[in-house]
């Protein structure tokens, strides 16, 4: 399997952790014609929750959660469309470690219709790893001990 990455921004922020708070800007960002293609989520407290997503537009999708009151930040993530095998997550991870990458988190997903998987990187340096996953997509080699 081909194996591709691309940087992307996400948009970062927290908000009010309440029932259907969630489905209510999913809804509206649809209607400005917006579509999630990342999401990440988790409570922080009762009364918080923090969300890493990346959007088909983010500066719409900044524009609404600013008028929300959420303080929005971007990040420059890389998200690769990977073969969904053992390993593959580790085989990046050696060769960013080898060449003195760190991450800060990570998100994936994967359907199992197409062995492919999505995962998003959040690390200090996502030209370099999206470099590293394109190149071993062609040349088959990870240049690492992983």
């Known amino acids: 399997m081909t194996t591709n990455a691309i940087c992307r921004t996400e948009l970062c922020f927290n908000a009010p952790n309440e029932r259907g708070a969630m489905a209510d800007w999913a809804t509206q ?3 400005y014609g917006v579509n999630i ?3 990440c989520a988790w409570q922080q407290d009762g009364s918080t929750a923090a969300f890493r997503c990346i959007t088909s537009d983010n500066e719409k999708a900044k524009k609404y959660f600013t008028k929300k009151g959420y303080n929005v930040v971007e990040n420059t993530v890389v998200c690769w469309k990977a073969e969904n095998a053992p390993g593959m997550i580790g085989k ?4 960013a470690a080898e060449k003195g990458i760190s991450f800060t988190g990570t998100y ?4 199992n219709y197409d062995n492919a998987s999505f ?3 959040c690390c200090d340096n996502p030209a370099e790893v999206e470099n590293t996953i394109n190149s071993w997509g062609t040349t088959g080699d990870w240049g690492c001990n992983g």
């Open 92 to 95: 990046l991870t050696y060769a």
């Open 119 to 121: 995962v998003v990187f």
């Open 37 to 39: 293609d990342a999401i």
């Open 108 to 111: 994936a997903g994967c359907c």
């Open 29 to 31: 960002l649809s209607e």
